[in-house]
């Protein structure tokens, strides 16, 4: 009986320690102009599709957009494969005020949670860096492929950062 009990033991444990938090932060795709809250230009949509495709396996249980519609424009096709209805933060507290609580969103969540982030160039580095991927580069304003993926496990981060869609039009 002690053997079971102890193989129990053993069992949740190394289950429990090998649960993570995935985490996917991206900019919003292209806009159609430089209105203040414009839609996605056709590349755009196409680069939101492309999302979709790159996390069709994924499963996230949630999706976290800002009040802004070009970032819910860039999440619709992933939440409508998926089933999820984006939650949008918004930016009562300015971009400072919104990134900390898009992260309180992310850490309240259990440890095996997979989440989508569409934020824009100056706030995805920040939730990224305020979830320890203290690596997290600034993003250009011509840059939209940069999909960075993070495995959260206790106090551990670790990182994988890929491009998604056609390459950016971005000078090298």
């Given amino acids: 009986m002690k053997r079971l009990l102890l193989a129990t033991a053993l069992t949740l444990l190394s289950a429990t320690s090998a649960m993570a938090q995935t985490v996917y932060i991206v900019r919003h795709a292209e806009k159609a102009d430089g209105g203040s809250d414009p839609v996605l230009s056709a590349a755009g949509l196409e680069r939101a599709d492309a999302l979709a495709r790159a996390l069709r396996e994924a499963h996230p249980d949630l999706i976290l957009v800002s009040p802004m519609q070009r970032t819910a424009l860039t999440a619709a096709p992933t939440a409508a494969h998926h089933g999820v209805t984006p939650i949008v933060v918004p930016f009562d507290d ?40 203290a690596e997290a580069a600034d993003m250009p304003d011509c840059e939209f492929s940069r999909l960075t993926r993070l495995t959260l496990r206790g106090g551990s981060v670790m990182a994988t950062v890929m491009p998604y869609g056609r390459r950016d039009d971005c000078p090298a």
């Fill in 94 to 133: 300015g971009v400072q005020g919104q990134v900390a609580a898009t992260v309180a969103r992310v850490r309240a969540l259990p440890p095996e949670a997979v989440v989508l982030i569409v934020g824009h160039s100056n706030t995805a580095p920040l939730i990224a860096r305020s979830l320890g991927y």
